[in-house]
């Protein structure tokens, strides 16, 4: 059978053609599926047989497109490097400042920068521990004989006792003023530092060179081992090879400030009184600056523990207890972190260099052993981690008494610790009274032997014996505090047990021991009354006053009571020299009314004393005075009435003064 027309031959090329062509026009109308490689000529127009319309804007897009797919590696990668690059330009710069100060103004050094700290906030309250004055004081308002009906019938006594709650607290929250831990200065990060003049320190160095006493001095309160110590750093200051970190500065400055200090209280300095004022300013001025810095305080390294233990001593000066904490605190951290409580770490340095090292940190373990007892709070450094030696001994007999006395109180400060841990801390409320009275005869003992050994010192020979005795004097008052405290801490914790006999007697030794020494002391001028008033104040906690003031209100003994004005009459001129110690005097002072107005509205008879073998009640934890329904503090009488308008003692009441009512 023929095929149809439409299906012949020549038809049938026609069709295939027509199917070829539309094909064509079909595909050319769909996208074709090849996946761009963002080249010149791309793969797309490659495929296609076109060629790449504006390549030149095709790079540039390709360009963005390559920054925009830039992985997070890469992008990381080119940060720290560009960061690294800015640290390189900001060294070289700083370099060449300090070098360009150096030659043309050796006067001015680059401060790096600082925060200048005043964010608005305030410490909180820091509660001291049993062992303190403050909270000692305040548990002997709190015994039995002063909550009975008998004193609560009275109220002069009653006011009394109000009146020194509220300066307890009022003191006790005192201790949170920024003043305390700040210098109030505001440093700029670009700001340059003064340095003083190189010739009046060079004049110094050669006036201090003369000096024994005073290097003794520096060597027993300061840790400054010897004046080679100061000329080192001074070179590296004046003329630094490489760059001088914050610490150095800072030090620098506070070594010169101290010896300023010292030459001025003894009254040895030639130099010109103007040049002195001039490099005492700048120097107080950076030093302080500088130990509020971030890097003193949180990189422990040799200059800062140093800057740190130069400042301790600085704030102990200034009675800024709660400073001087937190000073003592972090300089003991650093101590612990750079090894130096460790014999093999120090033996392993110059024997120069370990001498120096092993009495900076005796110099800060004492500080911190003695706020231990102080305050009432757990010390930094432990003994049990501890096996530094003591410090050599000189052969030089100038010298000689001086080391013999730092060695002698680095014992005593070991024994303070102990006092704490073993009778004061949480741990130790826990334990026993028999275990307590053993651990307390045990510590009697090596403080007796201690007491022992240092009357056998001798100091005829020393360095500048007037300032030895003036320092060391009240060592028997001192002795017989801490004995107190430890025959105190016998009592259990939560309990009401009787203070022992032992505790009365030495409690009175150490106030006689204090009416002793004072008329010498009064004799001495107001710098000898400031250096006492630290010892009795600030080195220990003065129970002795707080002990006999118990003993006077259980005996209701007239003895007891003139014993304690005679003492508030003494420390009348040696409580004003520092606010701190102002403080303490006014609680002392306090104390002693209180037991006046007691014994003057009691009814005295025959045979109703206590003796001295009688339980006398004294809580040591969880008072609660607040549980007091009859403790009125509203009550107010005219200053003309209680003829005190020309007191100005703070927060007392004016009926506080009141003496000699009967009820």
């Not at 004046?227 to 070594?255: A, D, N, W």
């Not at 305080?297 to 000066?317: C, D, F, Y």
């Not at 003591?390 to 013999?404: E, F, L, Q, V």
Request: aromatic residues 8%; negative net charge.
């Amino acid at each position: 059978m023929n095929p149809p027309e439409r299906l012949r031959p020549s038809s049938m090329h026609s069709l295939t053609t027509l199917i070829s062509v539309a094909t064509v026009e079909r595909a050319s109308s769909f996208p074709i599926q090849v996946r761009c490689n963002r080249a010149v000529p791309c793969s797309n127009c490659t495929t296609s047989g076109l060629t790449c319309p504006l390549s030149g804007e095709s790079v540039i897009r390709q360009d963005r497109q390559d920054q925009h797919f830039m992985s997070q590696d890469d992008r990381g990668r080119l940060d720290e490097r560009l960061a690294a690059l800015e640290d390189a330009v900001n060294s070289l710069r700083q370099q060449q400042n300090v070098r360009e100060q150096t030659t043309h103004s050796p006067t001015h050094i680059q401060h790096p920068a600082r925060s200048n700290g005043h964010d608005g906030h305030h410490p909180g309250v820091l509660p001291e521990g049993e062992s303190s004055f403050g909270r000692q004081a305040v548990r002997a308002s709190e015994i039995a004989e002063l909550t009975c009906s008998e004193a609560s019938n009275s109220p002069t006594v009653m006011s009394e006792l109000a009146s020194f709650r509220g300066m307890a607290q009022n003191q006790e929250a005192s201790q949170t003023k920024r003043q305390d831990y700040t210098s109030g200065q505001c440093v700029d990060g670009g700001k340059q530092i003064e340095l003083p003049s190189s010739d009046f320190v060079l004049q110094l160095l050669r006036r201090l060179k003369d000096l024994k006493g005073t290097q003794c001095i520096l060597y027993t309160f300061y840790s400054i081992h010897d004046v080679s110590q100061i000329e080192e750093l001074c070179k590296r200051v004046y003329f630094p090879v490489e760059p001088l970190s914050t610490g150095e500065v800072t030090l620098f400055h506070g070594m010169i400030s101290t010896v300023l200090n010292e030459l001025d209280f003894s009254g040895e300095s030639d130099l010109n009184g103007q040049d002195v004022e001039s490099c005492r300013d700048i120097c107080e001025k950076n030093f302080q600056a500088g130990v509020e810095t971030y890097e003193v305080m949180a990189i422990p390294t040799h200059e800062n523990a140093m800057i740190l233990s130069l400042a301790m001593v600085n704030a102990q000066r200034k009675a800024k207890l709660p400073l001087q904490w937190s000073l003592t605190s972090t300089a003991a951290k650093h101590c612990l972190t750079l090894g130096y409580h460790r014999e093999d770490r120090l033996a392993s340095l110059p024997p120069l260099e370990g001498d120096r090292i092993r009495w900076l940190f005796w110099h800060v373990y004492i500080s911190d052993k003695d706020l231990s007892s102080r305050l009432g709070r757990t010390s930094t450094i432990q003994d049990f981690d501890v096996d530094t030696r003591h410090g050599t001994i000189s052969n030089d007999p100038g010298r000689m008494p001086w080391d013999r006395a730092v060695n002698s109180f680095i014992e005593l400060s070991r024994l303070q610790g102990q006092i704490y841990e073993s009778l004061y801390s949480v741990a130790a409320a826990k334990r026993e009274q028999t275990e307590r009275t053993s651990i307390a005869s045990h510590l009697e003992s090596q403080l007796t032997h201690w007491y022992d050994d240092w009357t056998g010192l001798r100091s005829n020979r020393a360095y500048a014996k007037e300032r030895f005795d003036m320092v060391f004097g009240p060592a028997r008052i001192i002795y017989f505090s801490i004995l107190t405290l430890l025959h105190r801490g016998t009592t259990m914790p939560m309990s009401t047990h009787d203070i022992s006999p032992a505790c009365f007697n030495a409690a009175q030794q150490g106030l006689k021991a204090h009416m002793e020494y004072y008329p010498r002391l009064a004799s001495s001028g107001p710098q000898a009354l400031t250096s006492y008033a630290g010892w009795i104040f600030y080195y220990t906690s003065f129970t002795p006053f707080v002990v006999t003031f118990v003993r006077c209100i259980a005996k209701k003994g007239s003895d007891d009571l003139q014993l304690l004005k005679q003492v508030v009459d003494s420390l009348e001129h040696i409580g004003p020299t520092l606010e701190y110690t102002e403080r303490q005097y006014n609680l002392c002072k306090a104390l002693y009314r209180i037991a006046e107005a007691f014994l003057s509205s009691s009814t005295m008879t025959t045979g109703n004393g206590t003796g001295p073998t009688s339980t006398v009640y004294l809580p040591l934890q969880n008072p609660s005075p607040s549980n007091w329904p009859w403790l009125d503090f509203n009550m107010q009488l005219s200053s003309t009435a209680t003829g005190t308008e020309n007191w100005e003692l703070p927060n007392f009441d004016d009926t506080s003064f009141i003496l000699g009512h009967q009820m």
